[in-house]
């Protein structure tokens, strides 16, 4: 099993240029998140999604967008890089959502961007 | 709004020493509880998780945690520290469908 997986690990962009950072699941999990990680603030939500075609907002979703087509893959797009944008993302998933929350989250092991 | 704080941003221990890491959190209802560990340049692990039950739970790699209620925290303990223990460590709440994430407490091992 490959567990979540995340393309590239590495990417340099200049600001204005877009891009797409990719990850895939192959655990059938409903449930795909991102998060980017900055020293000092943790990780923070950007995107979420429960099932194919559901997406919604998290805490910092400006400069950001998702789309679920299929249970398997979650891209992240930057339609117009930011230096802000510098950062390491993660994607997760997870096997279902309840009343109370989700299950586990499994991690990626993350994509760094710069941006200059 | 739900929030984690783990107030040690940085702990340093000797190798064989015990260690407690603390986690605090703000919720209206009995939320779902995580720990994760990140070693260098890696994903995020689960430690261990609550979700309801008996409020001592058992992790990987000899970690624990314990639930109170009354004092609203998560503290992840552990009675002999590795020196690949060595990691930052994240508490996390689950609610609804979010998790909110502490800053992390990067953890020095000293042999």
């Known amino acids: 099993n490959a567990g979540v997986t995340q393309t590239p690990k590495f990417q340099v962009l200049k600001t204005g240029q877009s891009m797409t950072l990719q990850c895939a699941q192959d655990m059938n999990h409903e449930y795909m998140s991102w998060y980017r990680q900055d020293p000092g603030m943790g990780l923070r939500l950007i995107h979420y999604?429960?099932?194919?075609?559901?997406?919604d907002q998290g805490e910092v979703p400006n400069g950001y967008n998702v789309s679920r087509s299929t249970t398997e893959d979650f891209p992240l797009r930057l339609l117009s890089a930011a230096p802000s944008q510098t950062s390491v993302y993660f994607c997760?998933?997870?096997?279902?959502?309840?009343?109370?929350?989700?299950?586990?989250?499994?991690f990626g092991e993350g994509s760094r961007l710069t941006v200059l | 709004a739900q929030s984690v704080t783990q107030p040690d941003i940085h702990i340093t221990v000797s190798e064989g020493a015990s260690l407690e890491l603390r986690c605090n959190y703000s919720?209206?209802?009995?939320?779902?509880l995580f720990w994760y560990v990140q070693s260098p340049g890696q994903g995020l692990q689960l430690l261990l998780k609550?979700?309801?039950?008996?409020?001592l739970v058992q992790g990987i790699k000899g970690f624990e945690a314990e639930f109170k209620r009354s004092q609203s925290s998560f503290n992840l303990r552990k009675p002999s520290v590795h020196w690949s223990d060595a990691a930052e460590y994240f508490c996390a709440v689950g609610s609804g469908n979010q998790f909110y994430f502490g800053t992390g407490t990067s953890l020095t091992v000293i042999p």
């Open positions: 997760a998933s997870s096997y279902g959502t309840g009343s109370g929350g989700t299950g586990e989250l499994f």
């Open positions: 919720y209206g209802a009995t939320p779902y």
């Open positions: 999604s429960v099932g194919a075609g559901i997406t």
């Open positions: 609550y979700f309801s039950g008996d409020t």
